[in-house]
């Protein structure tokens, strides 16, 4: 199947800093990808949907400032977390389509802490 | 209010012990629904995509299967390596791009 890769796989910073995470399809080009945030054990939350070339279509609730998206090409997209703070502690995992209608294919995950 | 819920919470089997995973479902307009397996401290893994009442998908020791409210996962004769947390999700026909998922069933299957 297809393959989505994503780094950093863990990451530790300190409050008020920016952490950008990346998501990169391996194997085919996706010109949609999508941004998802997970807490400890419970479901996945969309948080946006990330169109290469064009902005970035955010869930409600989530703040576009902090949470930067940026698909500049049709195997990456990157989100940016700015000026961390401690609540932003979670698993992000991004998302791809692949070529059966429906499939969605994860990356391995990004486990940020703030301090 | 669109709705996804998984039951049970949690699941323990011995090796070998068949059992079922459910996921109900409240959306207007369904089009697919979509079960995943994910391993602690990683993505979802696809497993199955239904969209049709009815329908069944199998592979290995998993079938899916979907009625019009809501689907199950048989796990047949399992063995520790299924040990994951089982997630589905739905999605509706005006809007192929968002998932709505379940909070999982974790299953832990002891030898």
């Known amino acids: 199947g297809a393959v989505v890769s994503q780094h950093p796989s863990r990451v530790i910073c300190k409050s008020g800093t920016s952490v950008k995470i990346e998501c990169r399809s391996l194997d085919f080009q996706a010109t949609t990808m999508f941004w998802y945030r997970q807490f400890p054990k419970q479901s996945l939350m969309l948080m946006a949907t990330?169109?290469?070339?064009?902005?970035?279509?955010?869930e409600q609730g989530v703040e576009k400032d902090k949470f930067l998206i940026n698909h500049a090409s049709l195997t990456l997209s990157t989100l940016t977390v700015t000026s961390a703070h401690p609540e932003d502690s979670s698993f992000y995992i991004c998302?791809?389509?692949?070529?059966?209608?429906?499939?969605?294919?994860f990356g391995e995950g990004s486990r940020l802490t703030v301090l | 209010e669109d709705q996804v819920t998984q039951s049970p919470e949690a699941l323990r089997l011995q090796e070998g012990e068949s059992s079922s995973l459910n996921c109900s479902y409240t959306v207007s307009g369904l089009r697919g629904l979509f079960w995943y397996r994910q391993d602690p401290g990683k993505g979802p893994e696809f497993l199955f995509t239904?969209?049709?009442a009815g329908e069944e998908k199998e592979k290995e020791r998993l079938k899916a299967t979907l009625t019009k409210k809501e689907s199950f996962l048989h796990i047949t004769a399992p063995k520790p390596e299924d040990s994951a947390t089982y997630l589905c999700?739905?999605?509706?026909?005006?809007?192929?791009?968002?998932?709505?998922f379940g909070s999982g069933t974790k299953l832990n299957v002891k030898p």
């Open positions: 990330s169109n290469e070339g064009s902005k970035a279509t955010y």
């Open positions: 998302s791809a389509r692949g070529g059966l209608p429906g499939e969605l294919f």
């Open positions: 239904l969209y049709s």
């Open positions: 999700a739905v999605r509706r026909r005006d809007n192929f791009n968002k998932f709505y």
